[in-house]
């Protein structure tokens, strides 16, 4: 039994673009892996249980919840945290000024869980319905901007981002 609680798996991660080899518990979560041995805070604890987003980081270009995702089943994937959706300077990307001008947050904490299913929705649709992005949203809680704002600054991004593409 002993000996059971102490085995550790190896597993290799890009995260936000650099190569990570680490030694860890089968059963540590990815949302802990991120937050306390990397240090890649901006990933939020929140419910723990799959439900509010505040987790959320991509994984091969997917949203995934790291609270409910066993990093030991992980190697050799790329992820990204919000700390990658800045460039190494920090200037933000345009789906992050479009938040950040049109007033998309205010705590913040649900902050990953709405620029990566953003992102995720825009990926697919670049140019949204307010009810495809309520849908697309629908994956994270915030308990403070009552919606509105977010769904401005979806439709916002859409066009931040469609302008830097052209
Ligand atoms: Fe992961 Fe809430 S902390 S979904
Ligand atoms: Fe506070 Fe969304 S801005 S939870």
Redesign the pocket.
């Known amino acids: 039994m002993e000996d059971l609680l102490e085995d550790t798996v190896l597993i290799q991660l890009r995260i936000n673009g650099k190569y990570h080899e680490l030694e860890i518990s089968p059963s540590v979560s990815l949302l802990d892996l991120l937050r306390d041995e990397l240090n890649f805070k901006g990933t939020h604890m929140g419910c723990m249980t799959g439900h509010c987003g505040a987790c959320t980081v991509m994984i091969n270009g997917k949203t995934a919840k790291s609270c409910i995702t066993l990093a030991s089943t992980l190697s050799n994937v790329d992820i990204t945290t919000i700390e990658g959706l800045s460039d190494e300077e920090g200037n933000l990307s345009p789906l992050q000024e479009s938040f950040w001008n049109t007033a998309g ?7 990953p869980g ?1 620029l990566f299913l953003t992102k995720e929705l825009l990926e697919d649709n670049p140019n949204p319905t307010d009810d495809e992005i309520k849908t697309a949203l629908e994956g994270t ?5 009552g919606y509105q704002s977010l769904i401005r600054a979806v439709k916002d991004a859409a066009e931040n981002i469609s302008a830097s593409k052209s």
């Open positions: 947050f205010q705590c913040g904490y649900c902050a709405m809680l915030c308990r403070c901007t």
